[in-house]
């Protein structure tokens, strides 16, 4: 049997360059069609929680990767305390992470995590 598309508009070779798009075609029962990051799901209407639960999978990894990289903004800038100046030899481990953890610190931190996450991600698609 054939299938019917309901809009020209959603044609998955036209759509599928998209990062999240969704489109339905229409038979005896409806199935929705998701590209989701480059990855085309087709599945059951009643199957939304699988791809919400996908998403809820890519979010945590953008959390933790995120979060990893402002541990080792912080990591480096507390080794540097220690290393170059020599203020943290002299005035103790204390001193040196109340040097450290400041709110600009903490902004740039997440600016440089945020931009690191972005550009592995377009180089994780890309290659």
Known sequence: MRVRRSNPQ???DRISGLRTAAWR??????IQAVVLRGKLYQRAALDWPEIQQ????????AVIEVGFI???FYSNLLMGEFER??????????WALAD??????FVIALIAA??????FEFLR???
């Open 10 to 12: 959603t044609d998955p």
């Open 54 to 61: 996908d998403m809820k999978k890519n979010i945590w990894r």
């Open 70 to 72: 402002i541990f080792l």
């Open 25 to 30: 075609f229409c038979d005896e029962r409806t």
């Open 85 to 94: 100046s020599g203020m943290g030899e002299k005035r103790g481990l204390v």
């Open 100 to 105: 450290v953890f400041t709110s600009a610190n």
């Open 114 to 119: 945020l931009v690191g996450y972005v550009l």
């Open 125 to 127: 698609r890309r290659f």
